[in-house]
């Protein structure tokens, strides 16, 4: 049974960066579209990027856009974030679904554990 196991986070200063990895085990995700959401304490889950199973398309949330890149190869994909802000604090999770990436957490079947991303001011 696949899982999807991440890794990377921690605290860094306003300004600095981060690279997520999410690593699935058990089966490739290959065919599989692949988002990043987060989730601060008291908000809901939001959508960050998405890219298509053939890496094309990559789609951005505007806090997104500029900053962060969503990568990926056959089993792992990456979430570089640069310029990090005090905002971007949150869990950070990795998440599978078919057909294209969308904005919408329930629409994807398969997380991550989540890993804590924290921004110092």
């Known amino acids: 049974q696949v899982q999807l196991v991440q890794s990377g986070g921690g605290l860094v200063q306003a300004g600095g960066s981060l690279r997520l990895s999410c690593q699935a085990s058990?089966?490739?995700?290959?065919?599989?579209?692949m988002g990043w959401f987060r989730q601060a304490p008291g908000k809901e889950r939001e959508f960050v990027a998405g890219?298509?199973?053939?890496?094309?398309n990559p789609r951005y949330a505007d806090s997104a856009k500029g900053r962060f890149t969503i990568s990926r190869t056959q089993n792992t994909v990456y979430l570089q974030m640069n310029s990090l802000k005090p905002e971007d604090m949150a869990v950070y999770y990795c998440?599978?679904?078919?057909?294209?990436?969308?904005?919408?957490?329930?629409?994807?079947?398969?997380w991550g554990q989540g890993t804590q991303v924290t921004v110092s001011s």
């Open positions: 058990g089966r490739t995700i290959s065919s599989y579209a």
């Open positions: 998440a599978r679904r078919v057909g294209s990436p969308t904005t919408a957490a329930s629409d994807y079947n398969l």
């Open positions: 890219l298509r199973w053939n890496g094309g």
